[in-house]
């Protein structure tokens, strides 16, 4: 099986080149996030089976603008279902509302109706159907990120294959760590910079799932890995890699080929 996962970047300019790097690409599972309701209607036309919803609501200038998560796949959908997450926006602090307003310019905006997907596929090799999530977690808080993680792993059985997509927004360099004060988090926080992946892998090795792209860079403005496949070890990984372009999108493509 071969995955990708994308945030495609909701303001991205490239987006015809970036529709013609999906539609030639071979692919059994394609994850993206911060798809705008125009580039959804063009993939819904590819002949793969599809899952969307609503991953975010940005409210700018009294508009609503939203933006989708969506699986697109090879193999037949027999389910599938959102993991509603939580609204902070009442809880950020007076400078995290602040930045906001002062970055609306570069895409920041007050936001609601925050959720996430999965859907259980039928395929043929696999005696159950596998349940793919995508995720996009928010950017803010460490301890946010763990508790939606979390909150989308209640969705899962042990006993089913899995593989786990999306933006975790895993913020691990120290010139940009900052960002977790400022958008809501705790002083230490912003100076503990590796603690955060350390306890998200903790979570991982808990949910017995592999981290497929480990240590590798898939946003190079954080200098961290934001982008994630993560597969159940009822599978082994042949191969991982991070596409080298990011196609209008401040978040490289990640693939992985497992078995």
């Not at 946010?144 to 989308?152: C, D, N, P, S, V």
């Not at 860079?217 to 991070?242: G, M, N």
Request: some cysteine.
């Amino acid at each position: 099986m071969k995955i990708y996962s994308w945030n495609i970047l909701f303001r991205n300019q490239e987006l015809d080149r970036a529709f013609d790097f999906i539609a030639e690409t071979t692919f059994d599972i394609f994850c993206l996030q911060e798809v705008p309701e125009g580039f959804l209607r063009r993939l819904q036309k590819l002949p793969y089976f599809i899952a969307y919803r609503i991953e975010v609501e940005r409210i700018i200038d009294g508009d609503v603008h939203p933006h989708y998560v969506v699986i697109l796949s090879k193999y037949p959908i027999a389910a599938q279902g959102e993991i509603p997450l939580p609204d902070y926006q009442e809880l950020l602090p007076l400078r995290s509302r602040a930045f906001i307003r002062l970055m609306r310019p570069f895409g920041f905006a007050k936001i609601r109706n925050r959720r996430a997907i999965y859907a259980d596929l039928r395929v043929p090799s696999v005696p159950r159907t596998v349940r793919v999530f995508n995720l996009h977690l928010i950017l803010a808080s460490p301890e946010w990120r763990l508790k939606e993680f979390e909150t989308a792993m209640a969705e899962r059985d042990p006993s089913r294959p899995t593989i786990v997509c999306g933006d975790f927004n895993t913020i691990e360099s120290p010139h940009i760590s900052s960002i977790n004060w400022i958008l809501g988090g705790k002083p230490h926080e912003a100076v503990l910079y590796t603690r955060e992946r350390t306890r998200m892998e903790e979570r991982f090795v808990a949910h017995e799932l592999q981290n497929v792209l480990r240590d590798n860079v898939t946003h190079p403005l954080s200098r961290s890995q934001l982008d994630h496949i993560l597969v159940s070890h009822s599978f082994s990984i042949k191969s991982a890699e991070v596409i080298p372009d990011r196609i209008g999108s401040d978040h490289h493509p990640v693939r992985a080929e497992i078995a």
